[in-house]
Every structure is written in structure tokens, then in C-alpha cells.
């Protein structure tokens, strides 16, 4: 017997153990969610359900009351702490390190439930997703019903105006940033202005010499208290970002949790990039 089907086994008979007692809960109205990313908390919280929590990714920070919840794992979940906490849903993402952790949860019998990404279409997917999970549609659809309206709005004010020449960087050395297919590419575009690497999927590693040739009207980087000294080693005398277009660029900060996750928060930086392309 492979030690991958007995790892299997093992944590199905976890499950199994934590769970039967509880098998006559209503499947519509879970009351033990676990979150395997922090914008899927962040998304649990806004539909009003952040009680229900019993266990969260490791960057869970948002809103406050996420920090006190237990942690499952960061990047690599681990399946045997989520099965202990005896959830009747576990939230995960389309994309991510933890999918060996889901595929492990799927096969043990626990209910989980992938929500998509790629896009802001996603986004707002997601949530309607999550509350029908949770069993709280009507807060979904007024949740998702009042970010399209301020999505729209932003549409509105971005048409007819010039667009400025964009990179949206996640990560500052080497340079690494929003491609196409991603919801922050949507964030961009939607805002105003124009990615200069649209036409490349995913999130490109971009070189030294693309930044400080390519025509950079406007640079988007995330501010977090974590990563300050890898940015501003980059943006320093030597870094990879001080010299050329790119650090002649108009720049704008945006914090980190905000812009990163595909969560309700991403609305806001959405309105942000759209008063900047002005």
C-alpha cells in the first residue's frame, strides 16, 4: 500500500472520528468553516459569518477578530490540523500551494469547496459562492450587487480618458508583476489604465533592463511592513528600480493585504488606481 493512500486513509479516519457526531447538521447552513486562503476570510467576515470560523490560513489578519482564530497552515496547509477542527465546509482557492492539502481533504470526505479566480469576475463569483455555501445568498447577492455598482461607476469615469502606461508589481527584486488573465489586470485596466504586460498571462518576472527601457507612465507597488526593505533596497541607490523609466515613473502605494488578495477589499483599490489615472 502506497504511503500517499495511507495518509489518505489515515486522515479519512480523523474525519470520520471528529465528524460523526455531527452528521445530522444542515449541509446549507454550515457551522465550522475552515478558510485555506486569507481572502476567502476576508470574504466570510463580509458576509457577516466570521463566527462560524473554527480555523483560517496563516496571513489571515483581516478584520482584527481573524487574528485570534486558529491557523491551519501558511502555504502548505496541513490537512491533519484541518480535520481536527471537525469543519463541515472548508473554502479553498482555484489556484495556490495548497492544492495537494485540498486534493488530500476532498478524498477523506471532507465538503470542500473551490472558488474560482483569474479575474474581478471571479471575485465577485466567489462571494456569490461562499454565501450559498454558508447559506446567507441574500448577503451575497447584496454584497456582490453593491461592489458592481462601484466597479461600474469606475468603468464610467475611465471611459474616453487617456491611458497611462501601467505595471502593477507584486514583488520588487527581480521584478515580478500582473499579467493578463489576473484579477489585477482587471483592477488596471478597469481603472484607467493600460498594462504594459497585458499581453502576458499569469505573473511575469520581468528583467532589469525591461523596467528601465519599457515606457512606464504610472508604477503600482503594495506596501506591507514586511516587505519595506526589499522595496526600498530596490528603489535604493543600486536597486533594481532606481534607474530608467521605471524610476521616473509616477508611483503609487497601495497596501499589501488590499491589493493582493482577490477579495471585497480589492474594490477599494480599484476606486484608488481609478482617481490616479485621472
Same mark, same amino acid.
Given at each position: ?11 479519512a ?6 465528524? $460523526? /457526531?455531527?452528521?445530522g447538521?444542515? $449541509? ?5 468553516? &475552515?478558510t485555506?486562503? /486569507?481572502?476567502?476570510t ?11 470560523l473554527?480555523?483560517?490560513?496563516e496571513?489571515?489578519d483581516?478584520?482584527?477578530?481573524a487574528?485570534?482564530? /486558529? ?9 491533519e ?5 471537525? %469543519? ?5 482557492v @482555484?489556484?495556490g ?7 488530500s ?10 472558488? %474560482?479566480?483569474?479575474? !474581478? ?25 453593491? +461592489?458592481?455598482?462601484? =466597479? ?11 491611458? %497611462? =502606461?501601467?505595471?502593477? +508589481?507584486?514583488?520588487?527584486?527581480? %521584478? ?11 483592477? !488596471? ?6 498594462n ?8 511575469p518576472? +520581468?528583467?532589469?533592463?525591461?523596467? @528601465?527601457?519599457a515606457?512606464?507612465d504610472?508604477?503600482? &507597488?503594495?506596501?506591507?511592513?514586511? @516587505?519595506?526593505?526589499?522595496?526600498? *533596497?530596490?528603489?535604493? /541607490? ?17 497596501p499589501? @493585504? ?18 490616479? *489615472? =485621472?
Amino acid at each position: 500500500m502506497s504511503r500517499k493512500l495511507l495518509f489518505v486513509l489515515a486522515l479519512a479516519a480523523i474525519v470520520f472520528a471528529c465528524r $460523526a /457526531p455531527e452528521r445530522g447538521a444542515a $449541509a446549507s447552513s454550515p457551522h465550522r468553516v &475552515v478558510t485555506l486562503a /486569507p481572502n476567502l476570510t476576508e470574504i466570510v467576515f463580509a458576509l457577516g459569518a466570521g463566527d462560524r470560523l473554527v480555523g483560517v490560513s496563516e496571513y489571515s489578519d483581516y478584520p482584527d477578530a481573524a487574528r485570534s482564530i /486558529p491557523r491551519v497552515g501558511g502555504l502548505e496547509v496541513d490537512p491533519e490540523k484541518v480535520a481536527a477542527l471537525r %469543519p463541515d465546509l472548508v473554502l479553498a482557492v @482555484a489556484e495556490g500551494n495548497a492544492q495537494g492539502a485540498v486534493r488530500s481533504l476532498q478524498a477523506a470526505g471532507l465538503p470542500v469547496t473551490v472558488t %474560482p479566480s483569474g479575474s !474581478l469576475d471571479a471575485v465577485l463569483e466567489s462571494i456569490r459562492l461562499v454565501a450559498e455555501r454558508l447559506g446567507r445568498p441574500e448577503a451575497g447577492r447584496r454584497l456582490v450587487d453593491e +461592489l458592481s455598482k462601484r =466597479r461600474e461607476a469606475v468603468r464610467r469615469k475611465a471611459e474616453g480618458r487617456p491611458q %497611462p =502606461r501601467a505595471l502593477l +508589481l507584486v514583488w520588487p527584486d527581480p %521584478p515580478q508583476a500582473a499579467g493578463g488573465q489576473t484579477f489585477l489586470n482587471d483592477v !488596471l485596466t478597469e481603472a484607467g489604465a493600460r498594462n504594459l504586460v497585458g499581453d502576458r498571462s499569469g505573473w511575469p518576472v +520581468l528583467s532589469k533592463e525591461y523596467v @528601465a527601457t519599457a515606457p512606464i507612465d504610472l508604477l503600482v &507597488v503594495p506596501q506591507s511592513v514586511e @516587505a519595506r526593505e526589499a522595496w526600498e *533596497t530596490a528603489f535604493g /541607490p543600486e536597486g533594481v528600480l532606481s534607474k530608467g523609466t521605471v524610476a521616473n515613473a509616477r508611483r503609487i502605494q497601495v497596501p499589501e @493585504a488590499a491589493l493582493t488578495r482577490a477579495g471585497p477589499r480589492v474594490f477599494d483599490v480599484l476606486e484608488k488606481l481609478a482617481d490616479a *489615472t =485621472r
